[in-house]
């Protein structure tokens, strides 16, 4: 399995880091958890859609393309982290925002990721909730062609086997730096979306033969149909690397208990996640994603899945600039006056 057969461009600070949360740990009382530090890639503020986009870009770049055409919710972290390559790049950067959450709130719409994708010279475009998204991003590549231009077409999230090469090198990054500190790895645990991030990691941990299981914590999609796309990745993804096994069914899990009220909506869980690790360990999650991931994780603690003693590391796939745009949702109190 060699990732330097694809074209790649270099964004991410990497290794990030792999490190113990003690206090979270300890207010748990239950297994050793740590945390990789994918919130750390450093590129505009991080986040895990910066590996996907080393290869993405890169093949972009292969495909001689001028500019970049992706989307997501209007929040989006993975939009933002495009924006980023491509002004890095000197690629022209459209993004379509589908109006995913129901909201008027001044802060969702115009601070945090969008505020930054702005900053970028990332154009931007809105769509109603339920436009067929990946439809829009191909009419608009046929328009910029006809004007001559070469673009180069992103799914959202970053998600298919090119995009998911970059959690294919993060499981083996992460293997390394285990190793490295002799860390035996009970258990993974990570937010899922659009999948790439799990599917990239399973495929990378079982071509590496590591026997660590993923579990991944749904922000979107109910169990099953998180499982079957998820599982319809790795596979894509395993076959793309040239790994010959197959990819048993059984290796993928999604827990969809923290969905809530749907795609970016808050739940108490989120908010307790949020302010446990900024407040224990002065760690940022986000609300839409990284908040309801850790809200698994605690759960699954809670529930005693992971015994004491076990190491389970939490993936922190970034996204606080997001923070910003819910301001409403953590500051319902004016700071009293002294
Ligand atoms: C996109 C995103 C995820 C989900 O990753 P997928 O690869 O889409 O499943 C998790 N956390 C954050 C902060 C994200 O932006």
Redesign the pocket.
Known sequence: MQLSRFPRVRLCHAPTPLEPMKRLSDALGGPEIWVKRDDCTGLASG???TR?LEFLIGAALAAGADHVITQGAHQ???VRQTAAAAAKHGLKCTALLEQRVETNDPDYLGNGNVLLDELMGCTLRTYPAGTDMQAEMEALAADLQDAGETPYVIPG???NTTGALG?VACAYEMLGQAEAMGLAIDHIV?????????AGLVAGLTAANAGIPVL?IS?RAPKEKQEANVLALTRATAETLGYGGAIDAALIEADDTQVGGGYGVPTPAMIEAVRMFSSLEGILL?P???GK?AAGLIAAVRAGRFTKGQKVVFLH???SA?LFAYRSTFMQEAIPAS
Request: proline share 0%; no cysteine.
């Open positions: 986040g895990n859609k996907k989006s972290n993975h999230g970053g998600s959690y990570t937010a899922t979306g659009s999948t790439g991030t799990q991944g922000v986000d839409v994603y990284s991931g796939t970034g996204g997001g």
